[in-house]
């Protein structure tokens, strides 16, 4: 996420029997660059 911010978007495979997937962003809720990479910033 620190190259791209559209790697929020990326999905996780948190457990294979039951197929839970999460988004990074949902893993990284708070990320520190949000403020930084927001436009005008």
């Known amino acids: 996420m ?3 911010p ?5 999905e996780v ?3 294979y029997e039951s197929r839970r997937v999460v988004r990074l962003g949902e893993l990284v809720p708070g990320w ?3 403020e930084r990479m ?3 910033a």
Do not use: H
Request: no cysteine; hydrophobic share 45%.
């Open 32 to 34: 520190w660059a949000d």
């Open 2 to 4: 620190q190259l791209d």
């Open 13 to 15: 495979l948190l457990d």
């Open 38 to 40: 927001a436009p005008g």
């Open 6 to 10: 559209e790697a929020r978007e990326v």
